[in-house]
């Protein structure tokens, strides 16, 4: 089934890509089979394999992590020590890089260029790939109206930025001072009941104290927005889309081997939502 949905003639035909479905799926039921099961993968001692960036080599010498690291300009003291999950597949993935088969990895390539661009093409591409992954897969009958997908795609590259125009709007800073306080009191409330606890022995109220202390309420928005000024806009959908998925790479980098800042959010200030972390 997958072999014929996913890969029809129409489909290459739509693309105008010439895609093997056979050939495909024999290779991607290969790497697939190097995986490990969902058991084993929910094993977080077993999944937990941290390794030097030589180590990393040497446990897949036939993939080229110099050029990897060069090409999309990541610094190599990103890769310093890395956690590799299952180190059997990179073992198996290396053995297939090793007995290089060019015409399937082309035509894997080929078809997965097009699969991750299928949702910003044409019409008749959209809807050919939301008819496999949207409704046969997932169950959803009907795509989202062209409209709502694109402000959803806007969403996902400048959530801040349009966050911080609804804070404009709709949630000044008296606001969040006002929440800032009801929290405090809250803090407070639960210090007194923590000390004042019958059942609750002294070394126990000191660590119930320590880590209440740490608790770090995030309400509204962050206290230091997001900068945006790295990211390039134009007027090319997937020369934009290009540029988004290197911005939020380097983003992400970015916090390898930094201190986690407690001013940053993890949800979007338009989303009437408000959370605490423990710092």
Sequence with gaps: D?????CSSDLSELSGLDIDAELLLKHETKIASMHWDQVKDRDAVATYNKHSYQELKALMPNFDWDTYLATNKIPEEKFAHVVVREPSFFEGLNKMLGDFDAPAWRNWLRWHILSGSAAYLNEALVNQNFAFYGTKLSGTPQIRERYKRAISMV??????????????RHFPQSSKKQMQQLVQNLLKAYEVSIKNLDWMTEETK?????????FTPKIGYPDKWRDYSALEIGDDLHTNLGNIARFERDYELAKLGARSEEHTSELQSHWYISYAVFC
């Design 2 to 6: 997958w072999s014929s949905d996913v």
């Design 155 to 168: 969403e996902g590259a400048l959530g801040e930025e349009i966050g911080k125009e609804y804070v404009k």
């Design 206 to 214: 000191v660590k119930a104290l320590e880590k209440l202390a740490k």
